[in-house]
């Protein structure tokens, strides 16, 4: 994590432009879609086939998918991924707005990366319609946390998975 004082890193932070990614994004993209997939075991014989990889790509852009990639950019580098997706709700007419992949990539990690990509989503969430966003993290990735725990509320719930 970067070290420096609450203005250096506000400073760095307003330096970081989120946008929707783009056609052109890919090669930047793809690096940053595998070290996510690598942080949660996902690499060497688990890694996910290049199939789904590209389309998830396809997927984020494609826009009669309600799926939605944005993109982090420092000094015109890609160095942030958001992909979320609305959803219906059975507890609220508002569609739901689900943040299924965050990553910041190492070295810049620290600088505010991850919370204005959360902020973006959440402003587009808003406009949607949604009052809120939620996501999941592995409970193990402690510097993820601390910033979640700073900007939401952790939820009661735990997740469960069966094999179908």
């Not at 852009?61 to 939605?68: H, I, N, T």
């Amino acid at each position: 994590m970067k070290t420096g004082t609450t203005n250096e890193r506000a400073a760095e932070a307003s330096m970081i432009e989120i946008r929707f990614a783009q056609t052109a994004d890919h090669d930047q993209w793809l690096p940053l879609w595998l070290g996510y997939n690598e942080f949660y075991g996902r690499s060497g014989d688990t890694a996910l086939h290049p199939d789904i990889n590209m389309a998830t790509w396809k997927r984020l852009l494609d826009p009669a998918k309600p799926m939605w990639a944005l993109v982090a950019l420092s000094d015109q580098r890609l160095v942030g991924i958001a992909h979320y997706l609305f959803h219906p709700s059975t507890t609220d007419l508002a569609p739901a707005c689900y943040l299924r992949d965050l990553f910041t990539i190492g070295d810049q990690r620290g600088r505010g990366v991850g919370q204005k990509l959360v902020e973006a989503v959440c402003a587009n969430a808003r406009r949607a319609g949604s009052d809120s966003i939620y996501w999941q993290t592995h409970e193990g990735n402690a510097q993820a946390r601390r910033l979640y725990d700073q900007i939401a509320q952790q939820s009661e719930f735990l997740i469960y998975r069966k094999p179908c």
